[in-house]
């Protein structure tokens, strides 16, 4: 799926092309000034789940679980994964890299499944995109779940782990990513993985903490 001309557009001017610190294997727009986008983009679109541009930034967990699955391809090496609340992509575009059969990201704001595909495409590859609100169960028949910094209203922590238990009981393997300050959806299985990692490029008072890798359900 392309991005529309007017949606390129607009990424590209508040956004550049470089790499994340943890991951500089993927390709991504980000912001140029991290200030500056909040305000560029509200004024600019119309669609409210539109003006917070989280797809933006790289967060901690989205670098933490990409740069896990490059380092351990067998995670998804031949199997399908969806990657939910996928922000700029950066998980999907991780996987097939590590050599995932395929990737579905997921998001519900429109402007950031443009901004994968202009990524996805600068990284030349192919991910499939969905913009519905899948926490309602539906994964995709995927082999492998991941979710990054997700968690950040109250009412996010009920819905991601009834669809992470709903994932898991279906079969799929879920890795769960975020900052190690982060309230954790559902009790992990295991601590995978763990990272010095911030916001990037940085935004006002943000610090070095660690992104974590866990398997959950």
Not at 3 to 13: F, G, K, P, Q
Not at 26 to 46: C, F, K, M, P, T
Not at 98 to 121: C, K, M, V
Request: charged letters at 20%; one cysteine or more.
């Amino acid at each position: 799926m392309a991005t529309s001309t007017d949606d390129a557009a607009l990424i590209r001017r508040f956004c550049q092309l470089g790499t994340a610190p943890l991951v500089p294997e993927v390709s991504l727009y980000l912001a140029r000034h991290s200030l500056d986008i909040w305000q560029g983009i509200e004024l600019s679109v119309n669609d409210d789940a539109a003006r917070r541009p989280y797809w933006a930034f790289a967060w901690p967990g989205g670098q933490a679980k990409a740069r896990y699955l490059i380092d351990n391809p067998a995670e998804v090496a031949g199997k399908r994964v969806l990657d939910i609340g996928a922000g700029s992509g950066i998980g999907a575009i991780a996987a097939l890299r590590a050599g995932a059969r395929s990737a579905i990201a997921n998001d519900i704001d429109p402007l950031a499944l443009s901004a994968i595909a202009l990524n996805a495409a600068a990284n030349g590859c192919e991910v499939e995109l969905a913009g519905e609100d899948l926490l309602g169960g539906d994964h995709r028949g995927a082999d492998v779940v991941l979710l990054s910094d997700v968690v950040y209203e109250p009412e996010l922590l009920v819905r991601v782990a009834r669809f992470i238990e709903t994932a898991a009981a279906a079969g799929a393997s879920v890795l769960y990513a975020d900052r190690s300050t982060a309230r954790l959806p559902l009790p992990p299985r295991a601590r995978l993985a763990s990272y010095d990692a911030q916001v990037f490029p940085v935004l006002e008072a943000t610090h070095f903490e660690q992104g974590i890798v866990w398997r959950l359900a």
